[in-house]
């Protein structure tokens, strides 16, 4: 689980679950490449006046999901 208040582990009794770390830009995990972190920058700043700041975080966090068919 991440460390208290990086983010959120859940997962269902049926095995589908999901992941958030907030503001880890997944965009660079093998290098922080400083045009890809500017544009994610810039990226986020443009999305934060359209949706929000809150929805904005969203897009430069590491996100992960787990679907399992209910069988």
């Known amino acids: 689980l991440p460390p208290e208040g990086a983010g959120l582990q859940m997962t269902s009794k049926y ?3 999901m992941g958030v770390l907030w503001d880890g ?5 093998s ?3 400083p ?3 500017a544009f994610g ?3 986020q700043e443009k999305l ?4 929000g700041d809150v929805r904005a975080r969203i897009y430069r966090s590491h ?3 787990t679907v399992f068919p209910a069988a």
Not at 25 to 29: A, D, F, P, T
Not at 48 to 51: F, G, H, M
Request: glycine fraction near 16%; include cysteine.
């Open 15 to 17: 095995g589908s679950g």
């Open 35 to 37: 045009e890809m972190m």
């Open 48 to 51: 934060a006046k359209e949706i």
């Open 63 to 65: 996100l992960n999901c």
């Open 25 to 29: 830009y997944s965009g660079v995990h």
């Open 31 to 33: 290098a922080l490449v």
């Open 41 to 43: 920058g810039a990226k």
